[in-house]
């Protein structure tokens, strides 16, 4: 039943992750992030799509994974429904992010 439950909200938390995220650097660089249903990430900069990964919900975070599970970040999703990009992940180990590198993007769609 607990396992069932947990299931549930972690289903829950990942429909509300799903859609776009964008941020606007200091040189007007823009930023987007995009969540789809079906497990794939994109990024897109300055209105053209660059990358395709996949993502995936973990511990209530959201995992991005680049080539496999040795490459990725992880963002942190805040109580505005933006999210924050807190850890980069390399050779499969966790590094947390400095402040000054920790980019917050807003929820568009």
Known sequence: LVVGLLAVGCASLRDSVVGEYERKDEDGNTY????????????????????EFKWSIVDGEIY??????????????????????IVSIYEGK????????????????
């Open 94 to 109: 966790r590094t947390d992010r400095p402040k000054e590198k920790q980019f917050t993007y807003k929820r568009i769609k």
């Open 64 to 85: 991005v994974h680049w080539y496999g599970e040795r490459l990725g970040q992880v963002y942190r999703i805040n109580t505005d429904k933006s999210i924050t990009l």
């Open 32 to 51: 987007k992030r995009v969540f789809l249903d079906n497990g794939v990430y994109e990024y897109h900069y300055n209105g053209k799509k660059e990358e």
